[in-house]
């Protein structure tokens, strides 16, 4: 079963706007990360924000995590039509579990 | 990049035929995971090793196999290929500091059709 489930699962904005991507998950957690996957290819991880985090900046990305509501957000400002592709959430539940697991993911598509 | 390599990089079987997928790493990861990706699934762990000859299944390990000899080598073996495992199939690497999971470097996948 999936521990973590994307919204939207698909986003369509202009170029220069802001993206927004939220991550809902059902367990506890030791770490959250978010990766990226353009069409075809292997996924790349942007960023990992921990269970004693809050948020965490990574150039034009800000991932912020509630643990009390079990969600992340995935904010990438002034998007670029290079940002176009499918955006995954994953989550570590529980020391010693040695795995992540992932969302569906959002698609996004920035329009130039 | 991280130095993963799957090979082979696309492969198209008959049902009933075993396939076997290689993962080759360069970086002396302790952690090695099989995803496989399907459309409306996301990645779904298949299986996945915490070192030489340690191996634990996943959440969708049935009809699969592992192993690992070695460090740098996690072979995911269709004992016998069904249609239901066509899919793409993604190789990672991990290290782990204490207390949680580090990021996750994956291969470039293996496309695999069963006909």
């Known amino acids: 079963s999936q521990q973590g489930e994307e919204d939207p699962q698909a986003l369509s904005i202009q170029e220069g706007e802001n993206a927004t991507m939220n991550c809902s998950y059902k367990?506890?957690?030791?770490?959250l990360q978010w990766y990226r996957q353009n069409s075809g290819r292997g996924l790349v991880h942007l960023i990992l924000?921990?269970?004693?985090?809050r948020e965490k900046h990574s150039g034009r990305l800000r991932v912020t995590l509630d643990t009390s509501k079990k969600s992340s957000s995935l904010l990438i400002t002034a998007s670029r039509a290079a940002d176009t592709a499918s955006y995954f959430c994953?989550?570590?539940?529980?020391?010693?579990?040695?795995?992540?697991?992932f969302g569906k993911g959002t698609k996004l598509s920035v329009i130039p | 990049d991280a130095g993963i390599t799957q090979s082979p990089r696309h492969k198209v079987t008959e049902t009933g035929t075993p396939v076997t997928l290689r993962c080759h790493q360069t970086?002396?990861?302790?952690?090695m995971y099989w995803y496989r990706q399907d459309p409306g699934h996301g990645l779904r762990l298949i299986h996945y090793?915490?070192?030489?000859?340690?191996?634990d299944k996943g959440e969708v390990s049935d009809g699969y196999s592992v192993s690992r000899s070695k460090t740098e080598d996690f072979l995911l073996t269709l004992e016998s290929a069904t249609s239901s495992q066509t899919s793409v199939y993604f190789c990672?690497?991990?290290?782990?500091?204490?207390?949680?999971?580090?990021?996750?470097?994956f291969g470039s996948g293996t496309q695999l059709s069963v006909l």
């Open positions: 367990t506890s957690i030791n770490n």
């Open positions: 990672a690497i991990s290290e782990r500091n204490p207390g949680s999971l580090e990021k996750l470097f």
């Open positions: 970086e002396n990861h302790r952690y």
């Open positions: 090793s915490y070192g030489v000859k340690d191996t």
């Open positions: 924000i921990r269970s004693n985090e």
């Open positions: 994953a989550t570590e539940t529980g020391a010693g579990s040695y795995q992540l697991t």
